[in-house]
């Protein structure tokens, strides 16, 4: 099982930045799919999920609004597309599959925004 991110990189603030978490090695289209996301000297924290089929999202409060969660069942690869960072979006962004008792988690990618 592999969940790989990638997209993460330095960005300004209002800039945008598209993320995306390719998966291997389950049933992509089965699992529900998590974005988390970790800063320094904070706990790890849901972004945003979308269910298996792609027809329910939800967001934290914090990000609801800019970002948008979707996935590509057909490719296996899950994005994040985020619009209008600000320094407080700054962490490691996570890829989490869920389903049932089975969840995997990808290695993490750096999101900066920064001046």
Request: hydrophobic content about 30%; overall charge positive.
């Amino acid at each position: 099982v592999q969940l790989v991110e990638s997209g993460g990189g330095l960005v300004q603030p209002g800039g945008s930045l598209r993320l995306s978490c390719a998966a291997s090695g389950f049933t992509f289209s089965s699992y529900a799919m998590t974005w988390y996301r970790q800063a320094p000297g904070k706990e790890r924290e849901l972004v945003a999920t979308i269910s298996n089929a792609g027809g329910s999202t939800n967001y934290a409060d914090s990000v609801r609004g800019r970002f948008t969660i979707s996935r590509d069942n057909a490719k296996n690869t899950v994005y994040l597309q985020m619009n209008s960072l600000n320094p407080e979006d700054t962490a490691v962004y996570y890829c989490n599959a869920q389903r049932l008792l089975y969840t995997y988690w990808g290695q993490g990618t750096q999101v900066t925004v920064s001046s």
